[in-house]
């Protein structure tokens, strides 16, 4: 199981970390990431970590804002974001996979089967 947490409500130009922890299974040696739905948008990818590597892609949008980090002793997955804006608003979802996916994979959300529950991010303005 994934566990996410850590949104809330924060101003534009604020930050949160947002933590997805595993449970009952690890998840070294593959690949985490985390996913966005904003309201009536599609779902769309956000970050990834290949867990053996350390190899990470990111959305254009976040670049230079997000970072997403892992902390194998405790199996959790971190996406810290700084200078957030209103459009950052959205469900943030974790996904994973057991396997390292290649990296022009990384972005697709097909390749994840494990998803935990969503953790929402609201940015005002």
């Known amino acids: 199981q994934l566990q996410a947490s850590g949104g809330g409500l924060v101003q534009a130009g604020g930050s949160l970390r947002l933590s997805c922890a595993a449970s009952g299974r690890t998840f070294s040696g593959g690949t985490m990431a985390w996913f966005r739905q904003a309201p009536g948008k599609e779902r769309e990818f956000v970050a990834a970590?290949?867990?053996?590597?350390?190899?990470?892609s990111y959305l254009d949008a976040v670049k230079g804002r997000f970072t997403i980090s892992r902390d194998s002793a405790k199996d959790t997955v971190y996406l810290q974001m700084s200078g957030l804006k209103p459009e950052d608003t959205a469900v943030y979802s974790c996904?994973?996979?057991?396997?390292?996916?290649?990296?022009?994979?990384?972005?697709?959300?097909?390749?994840?089967?494990?998803w935990g529950q969503g953790t929402l991010v609201t940015v005002s303005s």
């Open positions: 996904a994973a996979r057991g396997g390292a996916l290649i990296y022009s994979a990384l972005q697709d959300s097909r390749f994840y089967p494990d």
């Open positions: 970590i290949r867990w053996g590597d350390r190899r990470t």
